[in-house]
């Protein structure tokens, strides 16, 4: 079994910087795809960010491209997301999640992650 767990939430100004991480426990081997998603009030998640754990290779949602960075640390069983240059749009609750079957497909959530955390909050300011 799988468990995520996000932390780093918080408030900030547009223009100011975040760092989100989630401790994973469980066994994550090579093939499993970890990502960063986001929902707002009213709207559908959506995904911001991937990367799979076998290369390290990273995906983006373009509207986050050049300001955020996923990435992993193994030793920590930790995956973080660094977001820079916030604006009032990326407020939302952020999840992260995992999948045994890859990232093809993360952004549309096709297959749908099988392992979520609980989230934590977003908020940007003007």
């Known amino acids: 079994q799988v468990q995520l767990v996000e932390s780093g939430g918080g408030s900030v100004q547009a223009g100011g910087s975040l760092r989100l991480s989630c401790v994973v426990s469980?066994?994550?081997?090579?093939?499993?795809?970890l990502g960063w998603f986001r929902q707002a009030p009213g709207k559908e998640r959506e995904g911001v960010a991937a990367i799979y754990a076998g290369s390290g290779s990273t995906y983006y949602v373009d509207s986050v491209k050049g300001r955020f960075t996923i990435s992993q640390d193994m030793a920590k069983n930790t995956l973080y997301l660094q977001m820079y240059s916030l604006k009032p749009e990326d407020t939302a609750m952020y999840y992260c999640?995992?999948?045994?079957?890859?990232?093809?497909?993360?952004?549309?959530?096709?297959?749908?992650?099988?392992?979520w955390g609980q989230g934590t909050q977003v908020t940007v300011s003007s």
């Open positions: 999640a995992a999948d045994r079957r890859g990232c093809m497909g993360w952004a549309q959530q096709s297959p749908p992650f099988g392992y």
């Open positions: 469980g066994y994550i081997y090579s093939r499993y795809c």
